[in-house]
């Protein structure tokens, strides 16, 4: 279940990345000019970066901790194969220090290492899952598609809106999407709605604006 959480957050903020970002390129590209072939040739353009570049850095981050981690299995494996009876010692020393009696703590870390020596370790000291390492493609994966579908939504409503209400248009529909992102990140952390919502609609609505004004003032100054 904790794992499905932090799969479902890291989804929502994949997504609040994909409607942030592009919103505030198309949006500020709708500042400059009203003709909607450069409009959807900026948000194609950002949308397709940003997957990409969301993508990356993910597999990169994933790889990276996968990495350290099978590198942790292996130093412990090589302990556990070269002096067993200090490794014995120091699992009966974290379950002590949990509570246990040295008598108790003592039977815990020997039925343990019996059964499985290195998920007992893992699991006490290091904290890891050997049979459940993240995938970095399958996180690779997730992050690209949710910010591709946070993106679209953006993207498509200045492409579809009329032409004199674009901006306006967007921005609702946009900062409706963010409280909608806001609400279910805090209702997944178990944290306080209002504070969520908030935080990500004046934030959101602060970039917009941001970008709107540079597009009006650099389109006017540079057409």
């Known amino acids: 279940m904790a794992a499905r959480l932090n799969w479902l957050r890291a989804g929502v903020l994949g997504a609040n990345d994909g409607i942030v970002s592009t919103a505030g390129l198309v949006v500020g590209v709708a500042g400059a000019t009203s003709a909607r072939g450069p409009i959807f040739t900026a948000g194609l353009a950002g949308l397709v970066a940003g997957a990409v570049s969301m993508a990356l850095g993910e597999y990169v981050s ?64 290091l904290h890891i899952d050997p049979e459940g390492l993240t995938n970095p493609w399958h996180a690779a994966g997730a992050s690209a598609i949710a910010f591709t579908l946070g993106a679209l939504l953006p993207l498509a409503a200045i492409l579809l809106a009329p032409s004199g209400q674009r901006i306006i248009v967007t921005v609702v529909i946009v900062l409706i999407a963010l409280a909608l992102a806001g609400w279910l990140s805090a209702r997944i952390g178990a944290s306080t709605a209002r504070v969520a919502v908030a935080r990500v609609v004046i934030g959101g609505a602060a970039g917009l604006a941001l970008t709107y004004a540079i597009g009006r003032a650099f389109g006017t100054a540079v057409s």
């Open 62 to 125: 994933v790889s990276s901790q996968r990495d350290s981690e099978k590198s942790q299995l292996d130093l412990e494996r090589r302990e556990l194969r070269d002096m067993p009876e200090a490794e014995l010692d120091e699992l009966t020393g974290i379950y002590r220090r949990k509570g246990l009696t040295e008598e108790t703590a003592r039977r815990v870390a020997t039925e343990l290492t019996a059964h499985d020596a290195l998920a007992a370790h893992a699991d006490v000291e």
